[in-house]
């Protein structure tokens, strides 16, 4: 397998594993299966800084949790962007 075929499988992976971050942000949240990453994550954020929807620390701790894993993949995807395009 070639470099670049090495990469379009970590990508696909990568891509996999951040729309189930996706997927679990709105059922955390309660919100539409139709909603694209950015609206979930302007929503994931008011939910987090307002403090206004009663929560427990535990379910805190999750959506903060699968907030950092989603950033991560966003950058792993950036990272294998690039390579791929050199």
Excluded: N
């Amino acid at each position: 397998m070639t470099k670049r075929q090495d990469l379009e499988k970590e990508w696909l992976v990568v891509a996999e594993l951040r729309l189930e971050r996706l997927e679990e942000i709105r059922e955390l949240l309660s919100i539409s299966p139709d909603a694209d990453a950015d609206e979930a994550i302007k929503i994931m954020k008011w939910w987090r800084e307002t403090g206004d929807v009663p929560s427990s620390a535990k379910v805190k701790s999750q959506g903060d949790r699968i907030l950092r894993e989603f950033h991560r993949l966003d950058e792993m995807k950036l990272k294998i962007i690039a390579e791929l395009e050199f």
